[in-house]
């Protein structure tokens, strides 16, 4: 949230009525050494000028807005919600090397059912202004508002990925242990599934397995291989027979 409309929020509006948040703002322009007389004064300066006294306190609070995001939000967030990360684009050189072992994996073209709730990445040259609400007591922390700006929001080097995203709470995932680490799952129903992609190099002592895989279980879906362009640096899609 940026200070210039930082007064229309709802979460603000309820504190700049609180007591407490009044006298923590009231000690917090004390400790500065700013002369403001007595708290009884100082409720008479803030009715007055409100607008004012939260943009202050607002801009006081963003290195501990930033602290917070960075250490103990990502951590509760990140032990309660796993995310479910789409593309766009099947197409993608820079993914293909980065996501699939350099071009020897797999990628699954879905259908997104109704029911999932995706989130379309933005991609920004600056760090998400969170809300206030991280800060004060009196607005609930953790909010379903911070967390899905904080979801949606990577810096602009990744804009190439066309990326989507989705939010499931990790009791709802399947879980397996794996080198002393816990790794969470979501369920994709076969029918959904529409495309199967090798990738460029995927290894062929497996292609026999997998033409099985898709037969058996995705008769539905069609079996693609990636595989370079003949002129340009680019990636085509080629169905196997």
Known sequence: ????????????????KGKDFRRQLYEMIRAQGEPVGSFKDFRKKFAANREEYVKQAVEHARPKISAYV??????????KFGILCLTEIPDSILMWSHYSSGHTGIALGIEIPPHWK?????????NTRVSIRLVWPEDPIGTEETSLELVRTKSKHWAYEEEWRALSPLEKLQQEARGGRTLY???IRPEIVKEIILGLRFPEQHMAEIRALCKGKFPQAQLLQASLHESDFALVMKQLA
């Not at 007064?7 to 309820?14: A, E, L, T």
């Not at 103990?72 to 967030?77: D, G, Y």
Request: hydrophobic share 35%; proline share 3%; charged share 25%.
């Open 1 to 16: 949230m940026r200070s210039d409309n930082v007064i229309q929020h709802s979460g603000v509006k309820r504190m700049m």
């Open 70 to 79: 960075k250490g103990p939000f990502v951590r509760e967030f990140s032990s």
């Open 118 to 126: 995706m989130l379309k990445v933005k991609y920004s040259n600056t």
């Open 185 to 187: 799952f979501a369920t």
